[in-house]
């Protein structure tokens, strides 16, 4: 085993299948793999979550167990229930530090619990394009300076666990009307609006934060092209995004991550291994690879490293350094690990409970008049599953069903529920629940046929609204288990039933 090829591994990241370490991870670990992504499918209870991050520091004492926890519409702990916390939109909307703070801090007791150690989260977005197709209730706001106060607390609340912060998408993917797991988005922005807008949470969280506690120890890169900055180049392949201005101008020194190098953002057109090249000769230390990566398939992304340092086009020197910040990174989480026995709630952080998130719901004057007392019939909207969600049981049915409240529920299909609508009666008032509403042309045309049909129609929307109030007369910020909860409490306060 050479030196190189050792520090090539140490900068790998990659997700397997299945809920126990396959042999050829285990391997790779004992060779210097700088660790593992996890992912919903590979959890499937406490337990065996904790013998499978076991088994991967059992191989490799260093390395580094990853995992995308949001604590909202993004979970990979409670992948089969939903999250028991609000989601970063509510958070915002709520604006209260010490909640935020408190939800970052239960994250991070739950995931050190797990064995994790590094946790892509939070979201750093600015949601500035309400209609963007991935982001969304992921972004603590619109607002810049909302957003950066509220990743800062966050962080802070997580890294205080003994669990790495990574801020996301660096240099923010807010602004985006495209999904970079399915293509390459282009954002236009001038220069100046983009450090006023996109770079304020990112700069925030980078710096030193309250408390004497650190700033975020990684950061993630976005695959999106920012044309105003490198035309022409996502920013995990940039130099001067990630040198320039992440490095140079915010003064980041800890870890550069990678988003999934097998998105179509990032590989689509050339490759996984020349895009792990590219990322590692931009800046890049740890290359998040994707989610059903193969022991073939790491050793060609090794063999492109080799050759392109053979080949002079990337020094080896390079590799080393990021190796090399990885396993600084996982040092420091080794030396910062809480027990799992002060898994309590701090004195000074109060959880935002369901009340607290209700608090927070928008709604329209018509909306607000209409939803109450019996008669209704909910029409649930299965929309196609965002590839950073992926499928989470998600709104207030389950909380419904839990508290004995009957509503008959039509679950349609976004893309067939014109023949799913028919056997509704005429007289019934119609709730419709779905997420990102406006953004979807088919629930459009599903919430227009049904106030046609019906006397009464009130809409929810549980994504990010947008500026159609037709379409969001209760807008819930948010589908977690928490959110699910809240909203469950408020039809039943207000008598809807069937």
Known sequence: MSGLRSSILGTLLPGFEGTILPEWVERML?????????????????????????????????????????????????????????GNAVLGRLDDLAATRAVGAA?????????????????????SNPLNPVIGVRSFGADPALAARHTVAWTEGLQAQGVAACLKHFPGHGDTA??????????????????SRELVP????????????????????????????????????SRPILEGILRGELGFEGVIVTDALDMAGASGSIGIPAAAVAALAAGCDLLCIGTKNTGP??????????????????????????????????????????????????????MPDARAVASTFSWTAEADEALTGPGWTVV?????????????PW??????????????????????????????????????????NERRPEVVALIDTLRVRHPRVVTVDM??????????????????ALVGEALAGVLAERGVRS
């Open 30 to 86: 004992g060779e210097g793999l700088a660790g593992v992504c996890l992912f919903g499918e590979n959890i499937v209870s406490p337990a065996q979550l904790r013998a499978l991050t076991d088994a991967i520091r059992a191989a490799n004492p260093s390395a580094l167990i990853a995992i995308d926890e949001e604590g909202g519409d993004v979970t990979r702990l409670f992948y089969d229930r939903g999250a028991p916390y609000p």
């Open 178 to 195: 495209q999904d970079s797991h399915l293509a390459l988005p282009t954002v236009d922005a001038p220069a100046d609006v983009l450090r």
């Open 463 to 480: 994504g990010w609204p947008g500026g159609d109030p037709r379409y969001a007369g209760v807008a819930t910020y948010g589908a977690s």
């Open 202 to 237: 990112f700069a925030a969280a980078v710096a030193a934060v309250a408390s004497g506690a650190s700033g975020a120890l990684t950061v993630m890169t976005s695959h999106i092209v920012l044309s105003q900055l490198d035309p022409g180049t996502p920013a995990t392949f």
């Open 297 to 350: 398939q790491l050793d060609g992304i090794v063999d492109a490293v080799q050759a392109a340092v053979d080949a002079g086009s990337l020094a080896a020197s390079r590799v080393e350094e990021a190796a090399g910040r990885n396993l600084a990174l996982a040092a420091w989480a080794g030396t910062s690990a809480i027990p799992a026995s002060s898994g309590a709630v701090g004195s000074d952080e109060v």
């Open 395 to 436: 709104g207030p049915f389950a909380a419904l069903a839990a508290a004995g409240v009957h509503l008959g529920v039509h679950e349609v299909v976004e893309a067939s529920w014109r023949e799913e609508i028919e056997d509704i009666p005429a007289e019934a008032y119609v709730l419709v629940i779905g997420k990102d």
């Open 380 to 392: 649930r909207v299965d929309t196609a599953a965002n590839s950073a969600i992926g499928v989470v």
């Open 107 to 127: 994250v991070g007791r739950a995931l050190a619990g797990a064995g994790v150690n590094l946790d892509f989260a939070p979201d750093a977005d600015v949601n």
